[in-house]
Structures are given as structure tokens and as C-alpha cells.
């Protein structure tokens, strides 16, 4: 768990990870039912719940956290991913949300995005929780900002030079 951590950059996504693997033990991912929500406080009102519909067909924003739409100027609750996406990212974003659904892994994504003619970073973690058999019942995703300078130098990089995200399973 040590290497994965190290990609992630925000202290407080680091402990929602290491706080997923203990509740996963030795299972692909946890019990939705182990997720209790006086245990997420520090992270509530960063955190998405996103209810994956017919195995990944479709995904529907059960739980947008507060500082989430902070950051984003939208409220989500409710809403399907492909109602609110842009079209031109929202390929992009399906494509990367049915990989965690296929691989049943974490994934670690930071997204550059402008406002205004100010460049904004964002870093998150998206973690599968199970509902019975199914290992990818719920995505939870976690979403801060994130300081041009907190980033890795080569991270920076990328992301300035291909204007997009960059999505690694941990």
C-alpha cells in the first residue's frame, strides 16, 4: 500500500485510501454496508457516491458532497454522468469510470481544467464498494483542489501539455 499511497498528493486522500484498504481486508473492496457515514466526516464533504448502473452502462451521482460542488459550481445529486458531462469530455470520463468497473480497482486521477483563464487542479481518488457479489456496486470518489505547486513537476507537465487528465489504478 506504501507505493500506492506515494502517487496520491493530498494528505487527506492518502488517509481515505489507507481507510479503504482496512475496510476491504483481503476483499476486492468493502461492503457498502461497512461504510458507516460518521466515520467519512473528514472527507464528507469531498466525497461523490456514484451508483453504477447496469454494470457500467450508465452512473448516477447518488451523494455530491458540498465541497465538491463548491469546486465545480454544481450540485450533482441525482443526476446521471451523462446529462451533465460536456460532450467532448464526457467519452473520456465514461471510458475511465468503466475501467475501475472492469479492472475492480482504485484509481488516482488529476484533472486540469480552466475558470475563467485561471488553470485549476484537481486531484481524486475513486474507490469501488460492494453491495453483496458485486465488487463495483458504488464508486466513492473523493475530490480536492489541488496547488500548481503540490503537484509532481512531471505530472505538471503532462497534464499542461495534453490539456487532460491523467487516471492511474493504484
Not at 457516491?49 to 450533482?76: A, C, M, P, S
Not at 443526476?79 to 451533465?84: N, T
Amino acid at each position: 500500500m506504501k507505493e500506492e499511497t506515494t502517487r496520491i498528493n493530498i494528505a487527506p486522500l492518502r488517509k481515505l485510501y489507507e481507510y479503504w484498504c482496512q475496510l476491504r481486508g483481503d476483499n476486492l473492496s468493502p461492503q457498502r454496508a461497512d461504510l458507516l457515514p460518521e466515520n467519512l466526516g473528514p472527507w464528507l464533504g469531498h466525497i461523490n457516491l456514484i451508483d453504477v448502473i447496469d454494470q457500467g452502462e450508465r452512473f448516477r451521482v447518488r451523494l455530491h458532497g458540498t465541497k465538491v460542488t463548491e469546486i465545480f459550481n454544481h450540485d450533482l445529486t441525482g443526476k446521471y454522468v451523462d446529462d451533465f458531462i460536456p460532450a467532448e469530455d464526457l467519452r473520456y470520463v465514461l471510458k475511465s469510470l468503466k475501467m475501475l468497473v472492469e479492472t475492480k480497482r482504485p484509481h488516482h486521477v488529476l484533472i486540469e481544467y480552466d475558470e475563467g483563464g485561471h488553470h485549476r487542479y484537481v486531484e481524486k481518488i475513486r474507490l469501488p464498494i460492494a453491495i453483496g457479489e458485486n465488487p463495483v456496486a458504488i464508486i466513492l470518489s473523493a475530490c480536492y483542489l489541488v496547488r500548481d505547486d503540490q503537484l509532481p513537476l512531471d505530472t505538471n507537465r503532462y497534464i499542461r501539455a495534453h490539456r487532460t487528465a491523467v487516471v492511474q489504478p493504484l
